[in-house]
């Protein structure tokens, strides 16, 4: 995909414009974040997992050479063939000679996010082949020429009316009055239409959650089961993953597992995860002949060395997103790029670079719920914090904003200064509200209060009450 | 097709090693990673994986009934193909039923289900009914654990509409970790099937306007036989 994260002010204007998706987006707090609430109050174990997990993940970054030498060498063992793409354009080239070299015609796809990071499905499409993506709601999104807009729920932007209008449009060899009253009848029908797919594939290409070192394994969490049919039913089975997903054991998988799902849609676990090793066995009926896994890199190495290796911690669940109260005004696609959201705003400067994505890390009021929710507790806005500084280093953001920034910089480190500073702010704007307590109106503030009252400050400072209070002298606002 | 790319490899680990500022001949990195993939030390196991067995069962069949399973006490195995034949004709789907080779089915005193056909092998995309035996399951979430394999072909879990699974009373553990302990001791020593399937309940989706619906892709329903 192109990346559009340079534009996402414009993108988001758009988006709060669009009745469509404000509608797609209001489901999000009662659904995802209640459920995801509740399914945590059922575990009272859950805040301790999440330290287990965060440390897990850590061991695992500490050792990832080790981890991923010791996965390969487990995987060929079993009959893998496992490749090494140091980019997005080497994982496009090894995946289509794969797929070239099984003379594929038809190629199914279950849900990767790295395959949407590597452009794998545009690649495969220019050289003939046809993709057909498995999980209904990238379906969704490939039909409509569309990227994902969730990382797990690619078409959270839509409505059941455009998915009903787009099943109609696309699906001509179907009566064109036939009912679709609900989601249960739009997903019967995606159901025959991919029954044909699954069963006429050359390959079958899937992405890994995770891959075990000590068994040479590959897993993936679903719940619809067509990474399962996408994987047993082709010829040949492509795992197409990142280097960062590697764990050492079962063990280690298992508990991560108990905060996957829990995190992601609240369920206490997805209703399928499949671990699988190696191509089909000499007695066994079905499955691929061949199983290759790819192993992307795209600059993770390098991450790992910077003051943002935590983010490699991220097991993909999507509850920052879910969280987060940008994400829910503007959607994923404002984001501009394959990782939306929080997780969004800290992988993508790290993936195009801190000019095209750096408004990404200023989309947040760094309110905290990302970290706050976070399985394996990423601390999202203290990375966003970190691009801001880069972003402004490199000479980012606009004349006025940096003059600004300068001059808060100034005052800021100057104590005796600052309070004076600030204290004579108080009362004037105190006094210039006129006891009202809010401006409706405030000369270079309008981006705010265009939109809202901006409350004005108490005649006093911060430091005056507390110095009172520290005194013994309560206060009296 | 190139060989796997051993340059790349090499490569990648090297930017690996210079990040975490870490030299290959570590030996106590070694030593450590090695320990821990021999040790498989656990994460702290939740409350509900230390229960007494009958309170393990409770919460099995809590957690599948109400992820949209079924679940079927069977006193002893001699009684699962009367069971299969009730549980069809009661929900009205075919007396048809797809199996592998599972010594453990095929060896069940059918002739106690008359009129029940079965047919052996993989499932093909006519069947509509399917049987698996699991090796084991946990009961944190009502989690039946399969192998793939002539025995139990790993089609018929996911492609015809009805899976039905027996399980044995015996291999239901509390945890995921000691239900994998289970699972392996089933297989050769240091193996591993093709797929281990983690199955709780059937296939669903909530991809449309996030309304949850059953049968997504895989089976719209899941028995399960629990025996002894």
């Given at each position: 995909m192109?990346?559009t994260?340079a534009?996402f002010k414009?993108n988001?204007?758009?988006?709060?414009?669009d009745p469509?998706?404000?509608?797609?987006?209001?489901?999000?707090p009662g659904?995802l974040?209640a459920?995801?609430?509740?399914?945590?109050a059922?575990?009272p174990?859950?805040?301790?997992?999440?330290t287990?997990?965060?440390?897990v993940k850590n061991?695992m970054?500490?050792n990832?050479?080790?981890?991923?030498?010791r996965?390969?060498e487990?995987?060929?063992?079993?009959?893998?063939?496992?490749?090494?793409?140091e980019?997005?354009s080497d994982?496009?080239e090894i995946?289509?000679?794969i797929?070239?070299?099984?003379?594929?015609?038809?190629v199914?796809?279950?849900?990767s996010?790295?395959?949407?990071?590597?452009?794998l499905?545009?690649?495969l499409?220019a050289?003939?082949l046809?993709v057909?993506e498995?999980?209904?709601g990238?379906?969704?999104?490939?039909?409509?020429?569309?990227?994902p807009s969730?990382?797990?729920?690619?078409?959270l932007h839509l409505?059941e009316?455009?998915?009903e209008?787009?099943?109609?449009?696309q699906?001509?060899h179907l009566?064109?009055?036939?009912?679709l009253?609900?989601?249960?009848?739009?997903?019967?029908?995606?159901?025959?239409?991919?029954r044909?797919?699954?069963?006429?594939?050359d390959?079958?290409?899937?992405?890994?959650?995770?891959l075990i070192?000590?068994?040479?394994?590959s897993?993936?969490?679903?719940?619809?089961g067509?990474?399962?049919?996408?994987q047993?039913?082709a010829?040949?089975h492509?795992?197409?993953t990142?280097?960062?997903k590697v764990?050492?054991?079962?063990?280690d998988?298992?508990?991560i597992?108990?905060?996957?799902?829990r995190s992601?849609?609240?369920?206490?676990?997805t209703?399928?995860v499949?671990i699988?090793t190696?191509?089909?066995r000499a007695?066994?009926?079905?499955?691929?002949?061949?199983?290759h896994?790819v192993?992307?890199d795209?600059?993770r190495?390098e991450l790992?060395?910077?003051?943002f290796r935590?983010v490699?911690?991220?097991?993909?669940c999507?509850?920052?997103?879910?969280?987060c109260?940008?994400?829910?005004?503007?959607?994923g696609?404002?984001y501009?790029?394959?990782?939306?959201?929080?997780?969004?705003?800290?992988?993508?400067?790290?993936?195009?670079?801190?000019?095209?994505?750096?408004?990404l890390?200023?989309?947040?009021?760094f309110?905290?719920?990302?970290?706050?929710?976070?399985?394996?507790?990423?601390?999202?806005?203290?990375?966003?914090r970190?691009?801001?500084?880069?972003?402004?280093?490199?000479?980012g953001?606009?004349f006025?904003?940096?003059r600004?920034?300068a001059?808060?910089?100034?005052?800021?480190?100057?104590?005796?200064?600052?309070?004076?500073a600030?204290?004579?702010?108080?009362?004037?704007?105190?006094?210039?509200s006129?006891?009202?307590?809010?401006f409706?109106y405030?000369?270079?503030?309008?981006?705010?209060?265009?939109h809202r009252?901006?409350?004005?400050p108490?005649s006093?400072?911060?430091?005056?009450?507390?110095?009172?209070q520290?005194?013994g002298?309560?206060?009296?606002? | 097709?190139?060989?796997?790319?051993?340059?790349?490899?090499?490569?990648?680990?090297?930017?690996v090693r210079?990040s975490?500022?870490?030299s290959?001949?570590?030996g106590?990195?070694q030593?450590?990673?090695?320990?821990?993939?021999?040790t498989?030390?656990?994460?702290?196991?939740?409350?509900?994986?230390?229960?007494?067995?009958?309170?393990?069962?409770?919460?099995?069949?809590g957690?599948?009934?109400r992820?949209?399973a079924?679940?079927i006490?069977?006193a002893?195995?001699?009684?699962?193909?009367e069971g299969i034949?009730?549980?069809?004709?009661e929900?009205?789907?075919?007396?048809?039923?797809?199996?592998?080779?599972?010594?453990?089915?095929?060896?069940l005193p059918?002739?106690r289900?008359?009129?029940?056909e079965?047919?052996?092998?993989?499932?093909?995309?006519?069947?509509?009914?399917a049987?698996?035996?699991?090796?084991?399951a946990?009961?944190?979430?009502g989690?039946l654990?399969?192998?793939?394999?002539?025995?139990n072909p790993?089609?018929?879990s996911f492609?015809p509409?009805?899976?039905l699974?027996?399980?044995?009373?015996?291999?239901l553990?509390?945890?995921?970790?000691?239900?994998?302990?289970?699972a392996?001791?089933?297989?050769?020593?240091?193996?591993?099937p093709?797929?281990?399937?983690?199955?709780?309940?059937p296939?669903?989706?909530?991809d449309?306007?996030?309304k949850?619906?059953?049968?997504?892709?895989?089976?719209?329903?899941?028995?399960?036989?629990?025996?002894?």
């Amino acid at each position: 995909m192109t990346p559009t994260s340079a534009e996402f002010k414009t993108n988001a204007r758009a988006a709060l414009a669009d009745p469509q998706l404000q509608r797609a987006l209001s489901g999000l707090p009662g659904g995802l974040v209640a459920q995801r609430t509740a399914a945590k109050a059922g575990l009272p174990e859950f805040e301790d997992l999440r330290t287990a997990g965060r440390d897990v993940k850590n061991h695992m970054l500490a050792n990832l050479d080790i981890y991923l030498a010791r996965y390969e060498e487990q995987a060929t063992a079993n009959g893998a063939h496992v490749h090494w793409a140091e980019t997005a354009s080497d994982a496009r080239e090894i995946i289509l000679a794969i797929c070239q070299q099984a003379n594929a015609k038809l190629v199914t796809k279950g849900k990767s996010m790295v395959s949407e990071e590597v452009g794998l499905n545009a690649h495969l499409e220019a050289a003939g082949l046809k993709v057909v993506e498995t999980d209904l709601g990238e379906y969704l999104v490939q039909i409509r020429n569309e990227h994902p807009s969730h990382i797990i729920v690619p078409a959270l932007h839509l409505t059941e009316g455009q998915v009903e209008d787009e099943f109609r449009r696309q699906h001509t060899h179907l009566a064109a009055d036939r009912p679709l009253p609900d989601p249960a009848s739009m997903v019967a029908e995606a159901r025959a239409v991919m029954r044909e797919n699954y069963i006429k594939a050359d390959v079958g290409i899937t992405g890994a959650n995770f891959l075990i070192a000590e068994t040479g394994s590959s897993v993936i969490v679903t719940n619809e089961g067509n990474g399962d049919l996408t994987q047993s039913l082709a010829r040949v089975h492509i795992v197409i993953t990142s280097i960062e997903k590697v764990m050492a054991t079962l063990e280690d998988v298992a508990g991560i597992l108990r905060l996957l799902a829990r995190s992601a849609t609240g369920q206490d676990i997805t209703n399928y995860v499949t671990i699988s090793t190696g191509p089909k066995r000499a007695a066994d009926p079905d499955g691929p002949e061949a199983y290759h896994v790819v192993i992307v890199d795209n600059g993770r190495s390098e991450l790992l060395g910077t003051e943002f290796r935590d983010v490699l911690r991220c097991i993909r669940c999507g509850a920052c997103m879910n969280h987060c109260p940008v994400y829910g005004a503007v959607g994923g696609h404002a984001y501009g790029w394959v990782y939306p959201g929080p997780i969004g705003a800290v992988l993508t400067p790290a993936q195009l670079g801190v000019k095209a994505a750096g408004h990404l890390p200023n989309a947040s009021t760094f309110c905290g719920a990302c970290a706050a929710v976070c399985p394996v507790k990423i601390p999202l806005p203290d990375l966003m914090r970190k691009w801001r500084q880069r972003e402004f280093i490199q000479g980012g953001q606009g004349f006025v904003a940096r003059r600004a920034l300068a001059a808060w910089g100034f005052v800021a480190r100057r104590p005796r200064l600052y309070h004076v500073a600030t204290r004579f702010a108080a009362l004037g704007l105190s006094a210039l509200s006129g006891g009202r307590g809010a401006f409706s109106y405030l000369p270079g503030a309008t981006g705010w209060t265009r939109h809202r009252d901006l409350a004005a400050p108490q005649s006093r400072t911060f430091q005056q009450l507390w110095a009172e209070q520290q005194r013994g002298i309560a206060p009296d606002v | 097709m190139s060989e796997p790319n051993t340059a790349a490899r090499d490569r990648i680990l090297a930017k690996v090693r210079r990040s975490l500022g870490v030299s290959e001949g570590d030996g106590a990195r070694q030593a450590n990673t090695t320990q821990r993939m021999t040790t498989k030390p656990r994460q702290p196991s939740p409350a509900r994986t230390l229960l007494s067995p009958a309170e393990l069962r409770a919460q099995f069949i809590g957690h599948l009934t109400r992820g949209h399973a079924r679940v079927i006490e069977v006193a002893d195995l001699g009684g699962v193909p009367e069971g299969i034949a009730a549980y069809l004709r009661e929900t009205n789907k075919p007396a048809r039923v797809r199996m592998g080779s599972d010594p453990r089915l095929t060896g069940l005193p059918w002739e106690r289900a008359a009129g029940l056909e079965r047919v052996s092998g993989r499932a093909e995309p006519a069947d509509e009914v399917a049987l698996s035996h699991a090796l084991a399951a946990a009961s944190e979430t009502g989690t039946l654990i399969l192998a793939s394999g002539p025995d139990n072909p790993v089609t018929l879990s996911f492609l015809p509409e009805t899976h039905l699974v027996v399980l044995n009373a015996a291999v239901l553990a509390g945890g995921y970790e000691d239900a994998l302990v289970l699972a392996r001791a089933a297989m050769p020593a240091g193996s591993m099937p093709r797929t281990l399937n983690l199955i709780s309940g059937p296939s669903r989706t909530s991809d449309i306007g996030g309304k949850t619906v059953m049968g997504a892709h895989g089976p719209r329903y899941l028995a399960v036989f629990l025996v002894g």
